[in-house]
């Protein structure tokens, strides 16, 4: 399985609903409902649908057979379009370079467990088990480098993230209309573990979020408090 995730600016729901509801064969959902849980309806005109949903929680979610999308709906924050593919890797770069044509700010597509090791955070106090994700806001830092990873040029600018950095750790580096790059690190999604290189690079540009920050100012909170405080701070 492979996750994605996609950061729009608010005001673009609409937008991206026609977006995923163009793709092709294999990506492009069929069916949508409220609830992650319920059967999902046919949706039988695309193009009907996607005029007619809005903007507003809970937004929908979009499945297929090889396919699920959910949304994150928290204006004025950014619209997150998130979604589990079950695709082959070529697929999965189809799909990234699908919905490079409508900008969105930032995109990635990994495995689960990459997308573990970059943002989330788990640990113990006392008999108490904490996990937070960390690290996603883009209006702060550049969340990551995954296996694929989508970078817009303003979000680059904003950071002061180097494209020509990025595009020498890179295997491979496809620049595409409206100031957007699509980047792939290794040959698969699960090769994570050997980017050695990849890895470097997220810890050598302050712009980018890096998970050890946050290991380390967690290292000297005692008392949930404290924790809480850190984690809030670096989501």
């Known amino acids: 399985m492979i996750e994605t995730e996609l950061v729009f600016h608010t005001g673009t729901f609409r937008q991206v609903a026609r977006a995923l509801l163009s793709l092709p064969k294999g990506l492009r959902p069929t069916h949508h409902s409220l609830g992650e849980d319920e059967t999902g309806l046919p949706i039988d005109d695309p193009v009907a649908f996607a005029s007619s ?28 379009c998130r979604g589990d593919l079950d695709v082959a890797p070529d697929l999965a ?4 370079l699908e919905m490079a044509g409508i900008k969105p ?15 989330r955070i ?14 996603r806001d883009t209006e702060k830092y550049v969340p990551g480098f995954y296996w694929l990873t989508l970078l817009s040029d303003a979000l680059a600018k904003q950071h002061d ?21 699509l980047f792939r690190f290794f040959d698969r999604p699960e090769d994570w573990q050997s980017a050695i290189a990849l890895n470097r690079l997220c810890t050598s540009m ?13 290292s000297g909170a005692q008392t949930f408090l404290e924790l809480n405080a850190v984690l809030r701070a670096w989501r």
């Open 206 to 218: 302050s712009g980018v979020f890096n998970l050890e920050r946050v290991k380390t100012q967690l």
């Open 53 to 80: 949903v809005e903007e507003q929680p809970p937004g929908p979610f979009l499945t297929g057979p090889c396919c699920s999308f959910h949304f994150s709906l928290a204006s004025p924050r950014p619209l997150i």
């Open 161 to 181: 993230i180097s494209i020509d950095s990025v595009k020498a750790v890179a295997l491979e580096h496809i620049e595409l209309e409206g100031g957007q790059h």
């Open 122 to 135: 788990t640990l113990r106090q006392g008999v108490n088990t904490i996990e937070s994700w960390v690290g």
């Open 93 to 96: 770069k189809r799909f990234m």
């Open 105 to 119: 700010i930032f995109g990635f597509a990994c495995t689960s467990e990459e997308r573990y090791q970059r943002n």
